[in-house]
C-alpha cells in the first residue's frame, strides 16, 4: 500500500474516534489536558492494535477465500463506510460531564468501551490486509499515530465549539472507506 493510501485510511477510520473526541470534549466547561491525552491514547491504542487481531485473523482463513478476497475488501469496507455515514446523520444528545452524576466519557471504563465501538472497522481493515497481503506494521503504526492526533484535536474542538463539524467528519471517512473499498475491487478487476 503506498504512503497516500495509509494516510487516507488512517484518516477515515480515525473519523469515528474524531465525532467521538467532539461529543466528548463538548462535554467539558473548560479542556483538561490530561483528559484529551488519555482519550487519544486510548483511541490510537485500540486502533492499532484491532487491525493486528483482523490481520491474524485473516490469516487463518486465507485459503477459504483467496478467490474471493477482493470482494470481501469492498463488502467489509463499504458496510463499515455506509454504517459510518449513516451513523453521521442519527441525532444525538450530549449532557454536560463536569458533575459525576452520569457515566463520563473519561473514564477508564467507558473510554474502554468507546474505544473498542470506534476500532470495530480498523479489524475489518486488518481481516482485509491479511487477504490482500499488505504489510500490517507499518500502516497500524500511523493508524494509531493519526488516530492518537485527531482525538486528541477532536477533544480541544469540542471543549472549545461543541459540535458543528463531528457530523461531516464522520461521513467524509465513511465516504473515503467505500472509496477505499470500491478502487481495490476495480484495480482486482482489472479496471485500473
Known sequence: M???????LSLALSMDAFAVAIASGATMKKLHLPHALKMGLFFGGFQAVMPVVGWLAGLSMKSFISGWDHWVAFVLLSAVGGKMVWEAFEIKEEEECEGKSKTCPFD???LTVL???????????????SMLQVSIAGPVLVIGLVTFLMTFAGV????????????????AGGLILVAIGLKILL???GVF
Not at 480541544?156 to 461521513?171: D, L, Q, T, V
Open 156 to 171: 480541544k474542538i469540542g471543549s472549545a465549539g461543541g459540535h458543528f463539524f463531528e457530523n461531516k467528519m464522520e461521513a
Open 108 to 110: 477508564t471504563g467507558t
Open 2 to 8: 503506498k504512503i497516500f493510501e495509509v494516510l487516507l
Open 187 to 189: 484495480e482486482h478487476l
Open 115 to 129: 474505544a473498542i465501538a470506534t476500532s470495530i472497522d480498523a479489524l475489518a481493515v486488518g481481516l482485509t490486509f
